[in-house]
């Protein structure tokens, strides 16, 4: 693995080519992991890009959620040594049909490592935060829209800079295809307010290749 991603070197991923590396990601990148029932391949093509990750617990569940995807540690393992907590990544098995087009499920294969690789960033930007940092974090995420933006900004940026630019590309131009769809929908309506678009997004890995 790569200590300093090639940003240019993965540009889709195909189901097939990583399947044939299934075995060999299981057995660097699966420690501590509890893989998310039929997207396994997804989540370990998605932990290879987070060498730093290696070690850390790391739960993928299915929850009857409105967020494609989202994480946060395991709230038991808060006073713990940030590298000794378990982090939770949470998939969507259900939504509102306005958001079935942004649902985990029905995302291709590129995407869902993508949207992955997202929610890493936010558990590799967590490691080396203490108890006190974390619970400030979420309170701010809650009740401040510019600190929830720049934290959004900067998750975005650390899924760049390991490699997943091509896929946040994809989901923020399928959320575009969905404003078009659903102007009303206050996800759709507000989502760039938060997040990259796909020029943001383009701007930064152009920089990082430079």
Do not use: W
């Amino acid at each position: 693995m790569r200590d300093k991603p090639d940003h240019t070197s993965i540009k889709l991923y195909d189901r097939e080519t990583e399947e044939a590396r299934y075995p060999q990601l299981k057995k660097e990148f699966g420690k501590n992991k509890k893989l998310p029932r039929g997207y396994g391949l997804q989540a370990l093509v998605a932990l290879s890009h987070y060498p730093e990750l290696k070690d850390i617990a790391i739960e993928f569940i299915y929850k009857e959620t409105d967020a494609t995807a989202y994480c946060r540690p395991v709230f038991s393992t808060m006073i713990m040594p940030s590298r000794e907590r378990t982090y939770r990544v949470v998939i969507s098995k259900k939504i509102r049909k306005s958001k079935e087009a942004v649902r985990f499920h029905n995302l291709s294969f590129s995407a869902q490592i993508g949207v992955i690789g997202h929610e890493l960033g936010h558990i590799s930007y967590f490691i080396g935060k203490s108890a006190m940092e974390m619970a400030e974090i979420g309170l701010k995420y809650i009740g401040d829209n510019d600190f929830k933006r720049k934290l959004e900004i900067g998750t975005d940026l650390i899924a760049i800079e390991h490699g997943f630019g091509n896929q946040l590309i994809e989901y923020a131009r399928l959320v575009e295809e969905q404003q078009v769809k659903f102007p009303e929908d206050e996800y759709y309506l507000t989502y760039f307010m938060f997040y990259m678009t796909p020029a943001e997004i383009l701007k930064a890995m152009n920089k990082l290749q430079n």
